[in-house]
């Protein structure tokens, strides 16, 4: 049961079912507004849940330790107004002194600006969006150097790309704890949470209606994809991890996913960099279609 503005209560098992069918009716761009986000990063970010005009609203105060400001996503419904989004920000100044509305896609946050809301671009928070038949392909000179790491793999190890199921999410995660450790996740607040919303996602993929992928090697999981649908057009791929022993094993995992797993999508989302300068290297080596701007939005 979620409760109505201005009482909130924690996201959970409860409540996520109830986010899932919202969202479902409402089809979100972002891809902070999928169930294996908020409930991947739940406990990190504080998430909470409430109901205002039939919307739903999504509010975080994160932990000091985390540089971020009380916040709320957009929210998931079809009755947004103008009052809704004053109602909330003045909540959070009247609560906690300060706070937004954060990853905010473009289309919102001009009707936010009319209501004379601040709006701030967020070049970090951009969601990264390919188009599946390229990367499925890999064709053309722009493609030329994953192609070929990715044939390299083909050709160098005899491999397995199968369904991800109940039965191989115990290697996953097992791969994962092997991945964290080799770059010290606990040393790292980001690949501390990174780390929580990938387990946490593994261990209840049906709850949150996941689907992905493995590639077994010699018949151990050395590579795993995890993706949700966003929209009748784009599916998140929420997570890709490699054993990197095996050279060119994540240029054939994202040419893998696109080729099967969300095959029947014309689009796929692979989230934000954060600033990160190696993950936005890396993302933009891919050549993405778009880059989804999100904003920022305040009194």
Known sequence: MIPKFPEFTAVSKENIKEIKEALKENP??????????????????????????ENILIHSVPPQKIDLPAFFLPPIGKN????????????????????IFTSVPEGLAKEMQKTGLTITEKRDDADYIYKVSELADMKGSLHQSKRNFANSFYKDYKYEFLV??????????????????????????????????IL???????????????????????????????????AVIHIQKA????????????QQLCLKTVAGYKYSNWEQDLGNAGLRKSKLSYHPYRLLIKYDASL
């Open 243 to 254: 054993n990197t022993e095996y050279r060119g094993i994540y240029q054939a995992l994202s």
């Open 164 to 197: 991800l199921t109940k039965e191989l999410l115990a290697q996953c995660l097992e791969l994962q704890e092997k991945w964290c450790n080799i770059k010290k996740c606990m040393f790292f607040k980001s690949l501390e949470m990174e780390n929580i919303a």
């Open 200 to 234: 946490e996602m593994l261990e209840n993929v049906d709850l949150l209606g996941l689907f992905g992928a493995v590639i077994k090697i010699d018949g151990k999981v050395q590579a795993f994809g995890v993706a949700e649908q966003l929209n009748a057009e784009t």
């Open 80 to 99: 947004i107004t103008p009052d809704l989004f004053k109602k909330c920000l003045s909540f959070l100044k009247e609560k906690y002194g300060t706070g």
């Open 28 to 53: 979100p761009e972002i891809s902070d507004l999928t169930s294996g986000t908020l409930w991947g990063y739940r406990t990190s970010l504080n998430y909470h849940v409430s109901k205002l005009e």
